[in-house]
């Protein structure tokens, strides 16, 4: 059970960091998955991204934004699943917008604990919600960066991933500006859900495109364009980020079991939600058996 394993944390994010109690109910959902799991033929792995063939031998599951996501390790078939997804059109039972909303106006939606308070420093137009420091030199554009500073000028906040190493925050001071680099335990959302706040940048690597989206701010990309479809949320923040009605895509696609998402804080049914989902991610993979070999 890696998404709840103290040494698999340790591993990936040191021991500086902990998860959120608001996250505790992954453990139910993990140890539900696991054992369906069980049935089928297929493997399945915590947060991990690779590109397997359509017939795919692993599942990723993960944390996103208070839920769960499930997905085939295959870009093509995760991006089509939330086609389908949308496609299938399924009553609108959960309003997942509004929960969203909720968790990041009335809540606190941050991954870690601990986040520090930004009382004292003032809300500006704009905020950059950058990736740890293993994605940030690889998969976020340093030309948007530039292009941000500058348009921008003092009304820009840039903030470093929990994860950034001190030398690469160093980095970004001397790039963009000390007084525009919050600390890196600053609590984003904090500042990003001020009214004073219009615009967001984020990534397909960021579950903070999502509360933005939530709260109306005007959500726009700092990627590394060829880098985006590895990302780890690419299919799901992609439609966030270009589709002409996010949140009404939102809605219509999470609430059918062939997204993958699923969350017990809003979703009474979430067991049989993840049954549907397993059966029909295995019968997609079947549509390519023995096609590519």
Not at 20 to 31: G, M
Not at 49 to 78: G, S, W
Not at 251 to 272: A, E, M, Q
Request: proline share 5%; net charge neutral; with cysteine.
């Amino acid at each position: 059970m890696k998404m709840n394993n103290e040494r698999e944390k340790n591993n990936r994010i040191g021991p500086d960091l902990n998860k959120s109690d608001s996250l505790n109910f992954t453990k139910d959902v993990e140890s539900y998955l696991l054992a369906q799991m069980k049935n089928y033929p297929t493997s399945i792995d915590y947060d991990v991204i690779a590109d397997e063939l359509p017939y795919f031998k692993t599942f990723n599951y993960t944390e996103y934004a208070h839920c769960v996501i499930m997905h085939p390790l295959q870009l093509e078939l995760r991006v089509l699943q939330m086609q389908e997804a949308y496609d299938d059109n399924v009553e609108q039972t959960i309003d997942y917008i509004q929960f969203f909303k909720d968790k990041i106006t009335n809540s606190d939606p941050n991954k870690y604990k601990d986040r520090a308070p930004t009382d004292n420093y003032e809300p500006r137009e704009a905020i950059v919600a950058l990736p740890g420091s293993n994605k940030l030199k690889e998969c976020i554009c340093l030309n948007k960066m530039k292009y941000i500073r500058d348009i921008h000028g003092g009304n820009v906040w840039f903030k470093p991933h929990p994860m950034t190493q001190h030398k690469l925050v160093g980095e970004l001071m001397d790039l963009m500006g000390e007084d525009r680099i919050l600390p890196r335990n600053a609590n984003l959302y904090q500042l990003m859900k001020d009214d004073k706040t219009k615009i967001v940048y984020s990534s397909m690597l960021s579950e903070s495109a999502m509360y933005a989206i939530a709260l109306d701010k005007q959500l726009e990309p700092t990627d590394v364009y060829n880098k985006m479809p590895r990302a780890s949320f690419y299919h799901i923040n992609k439609n966030l980020f270009f589709n002409k009605d996010p949140k009404g895509w939102v809605n219509r696609t999470f609430n059918s079991p062939k997204s993958g998402v699923i969350s017990p804080l809003i979703d009474d049914n979430w067991r049989k939600k993840i049954d549907d989902y397993l059966e029909y991610a295995h019968n997609l993979r079947n549509r390519y058996k023995n096609k590519f070999i």
